[in-house]
């Protein structure tokens, strides 16, 4: 199976200042339709995960433009412009381009 | 609103077995692939099992095939795990998801969760 490694696993961040998490993959997401299956989830303590990115870069219905995602082939980054105390949580990368689709392990976000 | 709302976990033996279920509302239940995915206490997160929107293709997780069968009944927009012969590696929330389509893999919402304990 293609192995999603993420940095860091815990990010200490203050209030209103940036964070970015990295995740690599051990293939490239380049789908055979042009497309890269990168996805990013959010998980705030004691919820179910809910997807914030898709597709390496487009945000989810909702989901604040503090969050961004980038990246391309195998390394890939999501970015909170300004971190808020409701961002509190473990944010996974999930790739859906080989079978059967594999997550990071999780990078623990809290407040400094 | 699209909704998914499990139910049907709990404290079991090892070598036992339990049914896990999902009521999906909001949307148009059979028009979607569905899958079941894990998560370990304190672990992160692991797909279990998906089935086709008329239930012909079913796929599975080396881990439990043999052992899980998924499935799901259009009618009462609902979503089912049988899970037999459970393992104390099997401990986990068990969350019911949407996928956006069988393959690539991709998972737009998912449920609250259940919480499935395999212990003596």
């Known amino acids: 199976d293609v192995v999603m490694t993420q940095s860091p696993l815990s990010l200490p961040v203050t209030l209103g200042q940036p964070a970015s998490i990295s995740c690599r993959s051990s293939?490239?997401?380049?789908?055979?339709?042009?497309?890269?299956?990168l996805n990013w989830f959010q998980q705030r303590p004691g919820q179910s995960p809910r997807r914030l990115i898709y597709?390496?870069?487009n945000r989810d219905s909702g989901v604040p433009d503090r969050f961004s995602g980038s990246g391309s082939g195998t390394d890939f980054t999501l970015k909170i412009s300004r971190v808020e105390a409701e961002d509190v949580g473990v944010y996974y990368c999930?790739?859906?381009?080989?079978?059967?689709?594999?997550f990071g392990q999780g990078t623990k976000v809290e407040i400094k | 609103e699209v909704q998914l709302v499990e139910s049907g976990g709990g404290l079991v033996q090892p070598g036992g077995s339990l049914r896990l279920s999902c009521a999906a509302s909001?949307?148009?239940?059979?028009?979607?692939?569905m899958s079941w995915v894990r998560q370990a206490p304190g672990k992160g997160l692991e797909w279990v099992a998906n089935?086709?929107?008329?239930?012909?293709?079913?796929y599975y997780v080396d881990s439990v095939k043999g052992r899980f069968t998924i499935s799901r009944d259009n009618a009462k927009n609902s979503l089912y795990l049988q899970m037999n012969s459970l393992r104390a590696e099997d401990t986990a929330v068990y969350y019911c998801?949407?996928?956006?389509?069988?393959?690539?893999?991709?998972?737009?919402?998912w449920g609250q969760g259940t919480l499935v304990t395999v212990s003596s």
């Open positions: 089935i086709k929107q008329d239930g012909s293709e079913k």
């Open positions: 998801a949407r996928e956006v389509s069988g393959y690539p893999r991709d998972f737009d919402y």
């Open positions: 909001g949307f148009t239940f059979s028009s979607y692939w």
């Open positions: 293939q490239s997401l380049v789908y055979s339709d042009g497309n890269t299956y």
């Open positions: 597709k390496v870069s």
């Open positions: 999930m790739q859906g381009t080989h079978w059967p689709g594999t």
